[in-house]
Each structure stands twice: as structure tokens, then as C-alpha cells.
T-cell receptor, first 117, second 111 residues
């Protein structure tokens, strides 16, 4: 299985709602990522998990809360979002890379299109 | 900081023609990768070239890397309508798995 799945595909939420995005992979990858992508822009890295531990947080506001329950799953909990948070949220995974290992390509899911009203 | 920066022009070509796009970056890299994104969907990895490689081929794709000029190019030969997409380069530094994506090139292949 060489697929990264994301649910839901589309999400509309109000600014007071709490929702979660889910991501799953069964490739045995030990690094997982969340990206945010606005229209006609490149993906922007939000979080990196390595061996289920948060290794990179790109100064993301606390209204975004990542969680990695196990090596196959990655969640992004959303609370009190703003309309400017509307974007495509992409999950990706890769074989982990450490300082002594070569870097590997990332496998992306189809994304969740989020609209905040 | 964002590393890869493609030339910002959009490409519109006829089916069967070749498409070339460029990418420049600013700091040392472990490798450089190219990804394709169809409208509103996830990214698909196309090819990875390591810093000690100069050229790499994969099917109709040819990637070059010039580390002295900190630049890379992606050539798609004999383009097809299905190649219509946005193409991003991404650089990977040494020591961490933080990819930096360039601005992307929109390619439209006209049947």
C-alpha cells in the first residue's frame, strides 16, 4: 500500500467549532507532516513528527494542535479558527531521515479542503 | 526560509512539445526534488536528484542540477494533455527533513 489517505475531503466550519483532520499511511514510514497550502501558492510546512514525536513546529498558532497516536496515524485538531485559515491541508509521510541518513521523497495525501466561515 | 524559487512564468504549450522549467535555491542542499500537483489535489513526487548528481532521467522527465549555480531544471519531453499541472521544486537541507518548496510553475498542455 503506497497511499496516504486523508479525511474528510472537504470541511466547512465556523470560527467557534472544533474539528479534526485525519491522515493515515501504511507504508511503515516513521516521519509524517502537515502542510498548509493557499491557492496558487506552494505548500507551507506546519508540523513534522518523527517516530511519533513532534520534531518541528513552524511557529504555528495554537489553534492548530497536531497529534500522532501511532506510527500510522496523524491528526490535526482545529479550534477557534479564523477565515484566513481556509486552505488545502496536506498530509505527507516519508521514511525518516536523520542527520546521518539520506533524505527521502515524501508521499502526499489528496488533502482536506477547509473553509472557515 | 524558502529555498527553491522557480522562474514565475506559466507555460502553455502544444501537445508533443517539450516543456522546461527552472528552479534556483540559496543554500547548501542534500538533494532537490520535483513534485507535480494537479488542480486542488495532493502532490506527486516525480524525481529526486542528489547533490552529487548532475543529471537524472525518469521516463519522459529529465532533471539537471548545477550546485555551483544553485539551480535545477526539469524537462518534460513529448508533453501530453495529462501533464497539465503545477510543478514544484523542493530542496532538502542536510540534517533535517524540512522540505522547502519553490513557488511552482503552471504548465498547460493544449491537445
Amino acid at each position: 500500500d503506497t497511499e496516504v489517505t486523508q479525511t474528510p475531503k472537504h470541511l466547512v466550519m465556523g470560527m467557534t467549532n472544533k474539528k479534526s483532520l485525519k491522515c493515515e499511511q501504511h507504508m511503515g514510514h516513521r516521519a509524517m507532516y502537515w502542510y498548509k497550502q493557499k491557492a496558487k501558492k506552494p505548500p507551507e510546512l506546519m508540523f513534522v513528527y518523527s517516530y511519533e514525536k513532534l520534531s518541528i513546529n513552524e511557529s504555528v498558532p495554537s489553534r492548530f494542535s497536531p497529534e500522532c497516536p501511532n506510527s500510522s496515524l496523524l491528526n490535526l485538531h482545529l479550534h477557534a479558527l479564523q477565515p484566513e485559515d481556509s486552505a488545502l491541508y496536506l498530509c505527507a509521510s516519508s521514511q525518516d531521515s536523520g542527520q546521518r541518513r539520506p533524505y527521502y521523497e515524501q508521499f502526499f495525501g489528496p488533502g482536506t479542503r477547509l473553509t472557515v466561515l | 526560509s524558502q529555498q527553491g524559487e522557480e522562474d514565475p512564468q506559466a507555460l502553455s504549450i502544444q501537445e508533443g512539445e517539450n516543456a522546461t522549467m527552472n528552479c534556483s535555491y540559496k543554500t547548501s542542499i542534500n538533494n532537490l526534488q520535483w513534485y507535480r500537483q494537479n488542480s486542488g489535489r495532493g502532490l506527486v513526487h516525480l524525481i529526486l536528484i542528489r547533490s552529487n548528481e548532475r543529471e537524472k532521467h525518469s521516463g519522459r522527465l529529465r532533471v539537471t542540477l548545477d550546485t555551483s549555480k544553485k539551480s535545477s531544471s526539469l524537462l518534460i519531453t513529448a508533453s501530453r494533455a495529462a501533464d497539465t499541472a503545477s510543478y514544484f521544486c523542493a530542496t532538502a537541507p542536510y540534517g533535517n527533513n524540512r522540505l522547502a518548496f519553490g513557488k511552482g510553475n503552471q504548465v498547460v498542455v493544449i491537445p
